[in-house]
Antibody
């Protein structure tokens, strides 16, 4: 199970930190992701992080503003979002980074709403 | 990689078949030889759920009325007999090239 928290209303230029608590599977063995969904842009794969946290990938347009990280001791995933813009408004999902290798690898949380507005 | 789906809206009669097309702007064969083309279902008010991985493999618990096919840049999701619980939006997604990308979605509704 994946449970996100930390969403809410932020001002343009502000920051938010999303958290995701993982349970029921071997978190330390999985690549993890953040995916967002907005009416304007649909589903976007935001960032991936490898099991030990040493390798990350980002959507090009987000580089330098968003940082994905993890704490394997706490079975937790994070997304630090800085310099927020109105077009960052979306539901943010925590997910396993399932590119399609194996059955049952894909798991998503219920999502947390982020709204950027003054 | 741009993923283009059609149609964007698909009204279907219960018990009838439905077919969704997905075209990628580049080939999706990975250096491993696998083609990471997946299909997701998003029911109203729910998170996306993966149905199909590597073009044609069903995920655990997915009914066998769902099937995937295709190769190269053209892929298809078929529902053999649509049931009421199949209402929602269906997305193709490629995991071959970073950033992984989704199609714009096809809304399946009951006529």
């Amino acid at each position: 199970e994946l449970v996100e928290s930390g969403g809410g209303l932020a001002q343009p230029g502000g920051s938010l930190r999303l958290s995701c608590a993982a349970s029921g599977f071997s978190f330390t063995a999985y690549w993890m992701s953040w995916v967002r969904q907005s009416p304007g842009k649909g589903l976007e794969w935001v960032a991936n992080i490898n099991p030990v946290g040493s390798e990350t990938y980002y959507l090009d347009s987000l580089k330098g503003r968003f940082t994905i990280s993890r704490d394997n001791a706490e079975n937790s995933l994070y997304l630090q979002m800085n310099s927020l813009r109105a077009d960052d408004t979306a539901v943010y999902y925590c997910a396993t980074a399932a590119r399609g290798d194996n059955a049952g690898e894909a798991s998503w949380g219920q999502g947390t709403q982020v709204t950027v507005s003054s | 990689v741009v993923m283009t789906q059609s149609p964007l809206s698909l009204p279907v009669t219960l018990g009838q078949a439905a077919s969704i097309s997905c075209r990628s702007s580049q080939g999706l064969v990975h250096s491993t030889g696998n083609t990471f083309l997946n299909w997701y279902q998003q029911r109203p008010g729910q998170s996306p759920r993966r149905l199909i991985y590597k073009i044609s493999n069903r995920d655990s618990g997915v009914p066998d009325r769902f099937s995937g096919s295709g190769s190269g840049t053209d892929f298809t999701l078929k529902i053999s007999r649509v049931e009421a619980e199949d209402v929602g939006v269906y997305y193709c997604m490629q995991g071959t090239h970073w950033p992984w990308t989704f199609g714009q979605g096809t809304k399946v509704e009951i006529k």
